[in-house]
C-alpha cells in the first residue's frame, strides 16, 4: 500500500500565499507523477497541477502564473506553492501519486485532502 499525508493547508486572506506538502511513504518501488486536485462544495473534483517524473508539468488554466508544482524525489513529496490566492480557489486539496511499487503493479493513491479557504 502507498500512503499520501498532506500538509500546509488553512485559512488565509486575498492576495495571500499558502504552501501545500505531500509525503508518500511505502511500498514503493517508483512514483511516475504527483499532482494536486481540489474539489469545492457542489462542484467535481478538478486537477490543479501534476508533476511528473522528468520534471514536465501541467496546471489548470485557472492557476497559472499564480500556483507552482514542485517535487523531491528523493522525499517522495510533492508541493504546491499558492501566491495570490483567490476566494474561488477555496477548496478541499488532494495530493495524488501514481507509479509502481515494490511488487511492480501499478498503484494509484490519494490523500485524505487538506482544506485550502480564501477570504475576500
Known amino acids: 500500500q502507498v500512503q499520501l499525508v498532506e500538509s500546509g493547508g488553512g485559512l488565509v486572506q486575498a492576495g495571500g500565499s499558502l504552501r501545500l506538502s505531500c509525503a508518500a511513504s511505502?511500498?514503493?518501488?517508483?512514483?511516475?507523477?504527483m499532482g494536486w486536485y481540489r474539489q469545492a462544495p457542489g462542484k467535481q473534483r478538478e486537477l490543479v497541477a501534476v508533476i511528473h517524473r522528468g520534471g514536465s508539468t501541467n496546471y489548470a488554466d485557472s492557476v497559472k502564473g499564480r500556483f507552482t508544482i514542485d517535487r523531491d524525489n528523493a522525499k517522495k513529496t510533492v508541493y504546491l506553492q499558492m501566491n495570490s490566492l483567490k476566494p474561488e480557489d477555496t477548496a478541499v486539496y488532494y495530493c495524488n501519486a501514481e507509479g509502481l511499487d515494490r511488487n511492480v503493479r501499478r498503484f494509484d493513491s490519494w490523500g485524505q485532502g487538506t482544506q485550502v479557504t480564501v477570504s475576500s
Open positions: 511505502g511500498s514503493i518501488f517508483r512514483i511516475n507523477a
